[in-house]
Nanobody, 114 residues
Framework: VQLQASGGGLVQPGGSLKLSCAAS????????MGWYRQAPGKQRELVAA???????NYADFVKGRFTISRDNAKNTVYLQMNSLKPEDTAVYYC?????????WGQGTQVTVSS
């Protein structure tokens, strides 16, 4: 499984960004997809995850602001990020769980700053 993420960038506080992550290879074996993030000096943390059936889970710090969605036909997962805060600044990584193995995308930088 290969994951290609895109959509990061620089945005002002209160702004929005949408991340995308397209899976290829043995994408048929993927059951769970999600987004993690890692800020400088901090551990990587789960942001949101979604099953193939569309059940989503969110970290408390993004509930009500971020929305994860998935297009199974395109093997693509999205993360709509609204009301962004400076503390959301991090490298965001796409993740896929296929059978018992985790796969990671290359990471995309999100910077929230005025």
């Amino acid at each position: 499984v290969q994951l290609q993420a895109s959509g990061g960038g620089l945005v002002q506080p209160g702004g929005s960004l949408k991340l995308s992550c397209a899976a290829s290879g043995s994408a048929f074996s993927i059951n769970l997809m999600g987004w993690y993030r890692q800020a400088p000096g901090k551990q990587r943390e789960l942001v949101a995850a979604i099953t193939g059936g569309g059940t989503a889970n969110y970290a408390d710090f993004v509930k009500g602001r971020f929305t994860i969605s998935r297009d199974n036909a395109k093997n693509t997962v999205y993360l709509q990020m609204n009301s962004l805060k400076p503390e959301d600044t991090a490298v965001y990584y796409c993740n896929a769980l296929a059978t018992t193995r985790h796969y990671w995308g290359q990471g995309t930088q999100v910077t929230v700053s005025s």
